[in-house]
């Protein structure tokens, strides 16, 4: 009951750091009042997904967020991703529809995975599908080095847009994200930031996201300021999951306080939210929750339970199967592929795959947050 208590806190707190405005839009997509039937569903699906997470039950749950890789590839060559490594490829606007057009009950899209989404010529009519015709939330994180017109950024139905950044110190920015420059990126920040307001939206979101390291722990403050100077919305520092030497080790306990210390410092001018580290933050506790609420679907068609670098680097690890979107037979894999998933959720907490076993994430402390601010 505690539990269930704090849960509603932490849900009834990130109600009141959003605006008005947005959370019209978030309400409006998520059940959307000329779908009465899809809304149905949608509340439906969160229902069970809640009771499949808290008590490890087997039911017949879908997705409620689905990562979809829309670039392969990227113009960066980052030290924890090197996506600038792969051929760029990119995923057919068609091969996209039919995809989304499985899981009615997704309201949430991420589009981009492991690679650099504005790469694609066909992203922003994607946006536009999926959040018209989908009811969906859009989002994509970027590196802002090529980012279209800021006008038709702004006004293509993406829900939010990340751009990341893990230091204002232009050489380190540039050590970290090789062939990246930060000049370049912060002036499309603020370009897309100074459109927003000229149009005078309150969406997208515009949100900073940096990769939190002991090698970055230092650069966290200046993050968080030069964000309230440019304008942004939110800085959201994400755990770094493995060690990429020599700038970027994982950070311990002792920079996980660091961080939690600076969100309260500057609680009252933005919001600042931290995610995954398993000693608490803004990530729910207990058992990993992306295993019953996500689907990451990579270019190729491979489909797994959770977003992490392990679908990256060792796919064949945790792929739940593949599927074809432009074949006929792609209902029927999706089908298959969801069923594996109940399967795999059912027993992850008792029987963790290996991949699960060594991920920060699988489960995490109840409300550190609190032992900490006492
Ligand atoms: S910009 Fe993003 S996708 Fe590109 S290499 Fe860096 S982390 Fe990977
Ligand atoms: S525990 Fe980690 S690897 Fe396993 S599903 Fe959750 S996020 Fe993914």
Not at 270 to 284: A, L, P
Not at 315 to 339: A, C, F, T, W, Y
Request: net charge positive; charged share 25%.
């Amino acid at each position: 009951m505690a539990n269930f208590f704090h849960i509603a806190l932490f849900i009834i707190r990130k109600l009141f750091l959003i605006d008005f405005e947005r959370a019209l839009f978030i309400a409006s997509q998520i059940f959307p009042p000329s779908q009465p039937e899809l809304s149905l569903r949608r509340m439906k699906n969160f229902f069970l997904t809640y009771f499949v997470w808290k008590f490890g039950v087997k039911l017949p749950v879908k997705p409620i967020v689905l990562q979809i890789e829309s670039v392969r590839g990227c113009n960066f060559n980052c030290v924890m991703c090197r996506a600038g490594q792969f051929e760029t490829r990119t995923m057919k606007f068609e091969e996209f529809k039919k995809i989304i057009s499985e899981f009615p009950e997704a309201c949430v899209v991420i589009m981009n995975f492991a690679g650099e989404p504005f790469l694609s010529k066909d992203l922003l009519r994607m946006v536009r599908y999926a959040s018209d015709e989908r009811k969906m939330l859009v989002t994509t994180f970027s590196n802002f080095s090529i980012l279209p017109d800021p006008g038709k950024v702004i006004e293509s139905g993406l829900y939010e847009i990340i751009a990341s950044i893990d230091t204002f110190d232009r050489e380190k920015f540039s050590r970290i994200r090789e062939k990246g420059n930060l000049d370049v990126v912060v002036e499309n920040l603020k370009r897309l930031v100074l459109e927003r307001k000229v149009r005078g939206k309150k969406i997208p979101v515009i949100s900073i996201s940096a990769v939190f390291s002991r090698g970055t722990r230092e650069d966290a403050e200046g993050i968080i300021e030069n964000a309230i100077k440019i304008g942004v919305d939110r800085v959201k520092f994400q755990r770094l999951f493995f060690s990429a030497p020599p700038h970027l080790h994982i950070p311990t306990k002792d920079d996980f306080v660091h961080l939690f210390y600076l969100k309260q410092k500057y609680r009252n001018k933005i919001d600042v939210r931290i995610y995954n580290f398993e000693w608490g933050g803004d990530s729910m506790p207990g058992f990993c929750y992306l295993a019953s609420s996500m689907l990451t679907i990579d270019l190729f068609g491979n489909v797994f339970p959770c977003c992490t670098p392990y679908a990256i680097f060792e796919p064949h690890k945790s792929s739940l199967g593949i599927i074809h979107p432009s074949e006929q037979r792609l209902s029927e894999e999706v089908s298959d592929i969801l069923r594996r998933r109940a399967e795999f959720i059912s027993k992850m907490r008792n029987a963790p795959p290996e991949f699960c076993r060594l991920c920060p994430l699988f489960k995490r402390e109840k409300w550190a947050n609190q032992k900490i601010k006492n």
